[in-house]
T-cell receptor
Framework: EPEVTQTPSHQVTQMGQEVILRCVPI?????FYWYRQILGQKVEFLVSFYNNEISEKSEIFDDQFSVERPDGSNFTLKIRSTKLEDSAMYFC??????????FGEGSRLTVL | QKEVEQNSGPLSVPEGAIASLNCTYS??????FFWYRQYSGKSPELIMS????GDKEDGRFTAQLNKASQYVSLLIRDSQPSDSATYLC????????????FGTGTRLLVSP
């Protein structure tokens, strides 16, 4: 069964460094998302991406964040200058027009 | 008022019993409703989706939706220790871009 794959599974970085999280969505998915989950808290929407552009973003998704789909398959989330409060699990998800979202295994980001 | 509310639990049930998980949402125009299961340290896994008022059954799981009361529930029959996890209710206000809003989740503990 196809699945959403994410890399890296865990990244440790210093505050102020740039981080790129990568995702390979399921091929027939049309909509792509990044969510994050701070330890012990709820899953929060960051951004949705459709037809090679951002369709919606949350207030969390400020100028430090960006998303790209550089080669038509990979889907990336970049954090330009990480802060301590960016430490979280970041989930990539994909879906079709049916409404159901399928999540990758997540990338754990630890900012020191 | 929170967009999606769930009792954080834990909800403790003995093996073989019925577990009943509840969720309320604030946005009346919400159209799509989902239950995800999340094991500790893992990503959300889709269990059920429901779009119309009434019940929807899938194996041991039954989702119930009452849009007038803005209420969604999940029943798990014949609960197993392997069902012990956090159950996340997620709501989407339209059927276009699938931005899901998650509740904080209810932790379910099934004792042998």
């Amino acid at each position: 069964e196809p699945e959403v794959t994410q890399t890296p599974s865990h990244q440790v970085t210093q505050m102020g460094q740039e981080v790129i999280l990568r995702c390979v969505p399921i091929s027939n998915h049309l909509y792509f998302y990044w969510y994050r989950q701070i330890l012990g808290q709820k899953v929060e929407f960051l951004v949705s991406f459709y037809n090679n552009e951002i369709s919606e973003k949350s207030e969390i998704f400020d100028d430090q964040f960006s998303v790209e789909r550089p080669d038509g398959s990979n889907f990336t989330l970049k954090i330009r200058s990480t802060k301590l409060e960016d430490s979280a699990m970041y989930f990539c998800a994909g879906g079709t027009t049916g409404g159901e979202l399928f999540f990758g295994e997540g990338s754990r980001l630890t900012v020191l | 008022q929170k967009e999606v509310e769930q009792n954080s639990g834990p909800l403790s049930v003995p093996e073989g019993a019925i577990a009943s998980l509840n969720c309320t949402y604030s946005d009346r125009v919400s159209q799509s409703f989902f239950w995800y299961r999340q094991y500790s340290g893992k990503s959300p896994e889709l269990i059920m989706s429901i779009y119309s008022n009434g019940d929807k059954e899938d194996g041991r799981f039954t989702a119930q939706l009452n849009k007038a009361s803005q209420y969604v529930s999940l029943l798990i029959r014949d609960s197993q220790p392997s069902d012990s996890a956090t159950y996340l209710c997620a709501v989407n206000r339209n059927t276009g871009f699938q931005k899901l809003v998650f509740g904080t989740g209810t932790r379910l503990l099934v004792s042998p």
